[in-house]
């Protein structure tokens, strides 16, 4: 069997199988944690991480789809919300968030040419940049923490850009879903979602077909920035504050989630509900572990060994698929 008939079979056995692992999870956390898991307050919690998460993961994705990995997102993430913060107290928080967006644009730019001029492996380039960035956070606030005034923490922008509540959900919710189906009508309807992973799958023969494939791996990280950035001005909208180590670790969790939700690292096949159920899936094991007094550390352990069992169950299952 070709790999290409292939692909569409290994995605959705993936699609299948992370939603499986939610339901199963759903089922013993809340038969496990005495009520304090399966309740409506902590279900809206762990929403709202999934909110954030899951704009990440949809970015991370989109740079996997094209062959390429983005382990700058949690610092990009940090850089937004400082951005959006400190603009927030001098103008209309609509401007802020616009501007942190292109903050997250630029740094996706500048991952995206590095990795297209120089030929150098983009975990490399991003792992730099990661580092650059999160330096730059930490040396901004000197240990300290942005907050919004109090004065600007009203009006129906900041209510929208994370800030409130609409139907017992915070608005970031709302935004995930939308921006979800963008990206969705975008990969599926138009030549973009095409040439992403085709240049993902081979770049030498989507070269040969007339992909421009610098300019498509490009596009990715800016969009991985540019929801980066958005996501981390959601966050602070919600919180009001952030620090110089805001992020820290998102990056390893966009990337898990994208793995356990199908996305194949060597590229060519993405699943964004794949990515999103898998946010899901990270959100509601790291609630679970909070509700029931287990140090918060253990996730950090609980999240590699997630991602090597991903990692090797997709390799698994690819294979299983080509051999069918």
């Known amino acids: 069997m070709a790999l290409s008939s292939a692909k569409p079979l290994i995605r959705r056995h993936s699609e299948i199988g992370i939603f499986l692992i939610g339901v ?47 382990i700058s997102v949690g610092s990009t993430f940090g850089i937004g919300a400082l951005a959006y913060l400190w603009l927030a107290a001098q103008v209309d928080p609509l401007i802020a968030a616009g501007a942190a967006v292109l903050a ?11 990795v297209t001029r120089t030929g150098t ?3 490399i380039i991003t792992l730099g940049t990661l580092m650059i960035f999160r330096g730059i956070a930490i040396a901004l606030t000197e240990g300290f923490s942005f907050s919004i005034p109090y004065a600007a923490r009203k009006g129906w922008t900041y209510f929208v850009l994370g800030g409130g509540d609409f139907l017992g959900f915070n608005t970031a919710l709302y935004w995930l879903m939308t921006l979800t189906v963008i990206l969705l009508v975008a990969l599926k309807a ?54 110089g180590s805001m992020g820290r670790l998102m990056e390893l969790q966009a990337i898990a989630s994208c793995v356990l939700g199908g996305c194949l690292l060597a590229g060519g096949r993405i699943s964004l509900p794949g990515a999103l159920m898998g946010a899901f899936v990270l959100s509601s094991i790291q609630s679970y572990l909070v509700v029931t007094g287990v140090r918060p550390q253990w996730f950090i352990l609980v999240l590699g060994l997630i ?16 051999r069918k």
């Not at 040969?208 to 980066?228: E, N, P, Q, T, Y």
């Open 190 to 243: 138009t030549p973009f979602g095409n040439r992403l992973l085709a240049v993902g799958g081979s770049a030498e023969s989507a070269h040969s077909r007339g992909v421009r494939v610098d300019h498509i791996k490009l596009s990715a990280f800016v969009l991985c920035g540019m929801l980066a950035g958005f996501a981390g001005t959601l966050e602070a909208g919600k919180l009001g504050f952030a620090d």
């Open 121 to 123: 492996p983009s975990l």
């Open 104 to 114: 997250g644009a630029a740094i996706g730019l500048f991952n995206g040419l590095l």
């Open 307 to 322: 991602v090597v069992l991903a990692a090797y169950g997709d390799r698994s299952l690819r294979q299983w698929a080509l």
């Open 24 to 70: 199963v999870l759903i089922v013993i956390f809340a038969s496990t944690s005495d009520g304090r898991w399966a309740n409506l307050y902590n279900i809206g919690t762990i929403l709202q991480v999934t909110a954030t998460l899951g704009l990440m993961s949809l970015g991370v994705a989109l740079v996997i789809g094209t062959g390429e990995i983005d």
